[in-house]
């Protein structure tokens, strides 16, 4: 075996794991997986093929792109359209509709918007254009949002006073206690994302499971990572008992990365945050301190935070909550595909949507 990952993919244990599962003969479980790594790797390697009919495994919000609401794009494409402007991006915001066309259609008309492989890329671009104005779109959850803050950390170490951030960054527990709390929502465990879990460890898991009786498992990426886990979850489901297990420990730490969550709380604090789908949700966003408000786009610019809507016939925000399939949504395949995305869920690399679209496989 040349690849450390090649373990995470052997087939005849994928077999071995896929036959104890068919022989599930539990109670019928919902069980979400929060992260859309997960929602791609599970629609990538077909793992809802592999799982019995008594087990169902639905996505949940943790698309930062696709929970972003459309007010955010709204103002994005405003400052593009500035001529003092340049907007630094990632591409996967490119395409989002807002209500006066996307960033990728701003760009086509003129606007000046470059796309970024690193937030840290945008303060270069505003040390070379020092009589333009720099706005850093900022979204992403505790996994992104540590590197957004080291950059407004570096702005302000460098007093740049040509560049800002235009935040929409969000935290995971508060939705996660909302969702597990919604009876509409039903979930009986939850598959946890490993990314935001090595940075913000599996304590809160703990609390979350013992407060709402929803039980959990930190799950990896490879294919045997995501199907043992959900063995392992459906296990603890039907026993009816509220843990929580690691099963990524070659990243996940109980403690998570204390470094990168001080970088973070030097720089954001708690906010309330829009959710799309799911709506306001108390203390799940994050706001610039008032120590870096020179650098907070939403203050220097004085904008505001509009109303929050969906397109019209977009599902979304019922997808985003697993009370619906992509294949509930009229517009699926028909007048939202990849190409001519209608909401974000089919835009972003994460969404539920675009990984039915390109995989298949979501019931
Ligand atoms: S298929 Fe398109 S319109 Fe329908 S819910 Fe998904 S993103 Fe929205």
Redesign the pocket.
């Known amino acids: 075996m040349n690849n450390y990952l090649d373990p995470y993919r052997d087939t005849g244990l994928l077999h071995l794991w896929a036959e104890r599962l068919q022989k599930y003969q539990g109670k019928p479980l919902k069980l979400m997986e929060v992260c859309g790594t997960h929602t791609m790797a599970i629609a990538r390697y077909g793992i809802r093929t592999l799982l019995p009919e008594r087990i169902r495994l639905v996505s949940g919000p943790g698309c930062p792109v696709?929970v972003t609401p459309s007010y955010y794009i709204n103002s994005a494409v405003a400052l593009a359209r500035r001529p003092e402007t340049i907007v630094a991006t990632f591409g996967d915001l490119m395409r989002i509709p807002g209500d006066e066309g996307s960033l990728l259609e701003a760009k086509s008309l003129g606007a000046d918007i470059r796309v970024l492989y690193s937030p840290l890329d945008a303060l270069k671009i505003a040390r070379d254009n020092p009589e333009r104005q720099v706005v850093l779109l900022s979204v992403g959850f505790e996994t992104t949002t540590p590197i957004f803050a080291l950059a407004i950390d570096k702005a302000s170490q460098e007093g740049l006073n040509n560049f800002t951030v235009l935040s929409a960054n969000k935290t995971m527990p508060e939705v996660l206690k909302v969702l597990a709390g919604d009876p509409t929502v039903g979930i009986d465990g939850y598959l946890y994302p490993g990314h935001v879990s090595a940075i913000i460890g599996t304590r809160f898991y703990e609390e979350l499971a013992e407060k709402y009786g929803v039980p959990g498992v930190v799950a990896g990426f490879e294919p045997l990572d995501i199907l043992t886990a959900v063995a392992a979850l459906s296990e603890i489901c039907n026993e009816g008992r509220h843990t929580v297990r690691n099963l990524y420990t070659r990243v996940v730490k109980p403690e998570g990365n204390p470094r990168a969550v001080q970088a973070m709380e030097r720089v954001f604090e708690p906010a309330d945050a829009v959710w799309r789908g799911i709506g306001r949700i108390s203390g799940s966003g994050l706001a610039i301190r008032e120590e870096y408000a020179r650098y907070d786009a939403w203050k220097v610019f004085d904008l505001q935070i509009g109303e929050y809507s969906?397109?019209e016939?977009?599902?979304?925000?019922?997808?985003l909550k697993g009370t619906?399939s992509?294949g509930?949504?009229?517009?699926?395949?028909t007048?939202?595909?990849p190409e001519n995305?209608?909401?974000?869920?089919?835009?972003s690399s994460e969404?539920?949507?675009?990984a039915?679209?390109k995989y298949g496989g979501i019931r």
């Not at 509930?328 to 395949?333: E, K, N, Q, R, T």
């Not at 969404?351 to 675009?354: H, L, P």
């Open positions: 696709c969906e397109p016939g977009c599902r979304c925000g019922e997808i619906k992509p509930d949504c009229p517009l699926f395949g007048r939202c595909v995305p209608v909401g974000a869920c089919m835009v969404g539920t949507c675009a039915h679209y």
